[in-house]
């Protein structure tokens, strides 16, 4: 195989290999049943990866991406317990 081929070869796989980080970043984050510490630590490592030098544009969206997430756990957390409550009263 010629340089070339395997540079292109090299980059496919290399993209490959980033979708499924990301996948399996995104779930941790998303998965109510990974421990919150994990979650945080994960989510935190990712902005400070990002927030150094010029992607702080980027590291700054994932800092809102966060935010929102954690808003929607304690909205999910409130209803769940509500709904625990009607279901103990019957």
Do not use: W
Request: one cysteine or more; proline letters at 1%.
């Amino acid at each position: 195989m010629s340089e070339q081929k395997n540079e292109i070869i090299y980059q496919e796989r290399l993209q490959s290999l980033a979708v499924l980080a990301f996948e399996v970043v995104e779930s941790l984050l998303t998965d109510t049943e990974t421990p919150i510490e994990i979650r945080l630590n994960t989510a935190f490592r990712i902005v400070e990866m990002c927030t150094t030098g010029t992607n702080q544009d980027i590291g700054q969206a994932i800092v809102m991406g966060i935010e929102k997430n954690a808003r929607d756990i304690e909205k999910n957390a409130h209803e769940l317990a509500y709904i625990e409550t009607l279901l103990k009263k019957d």
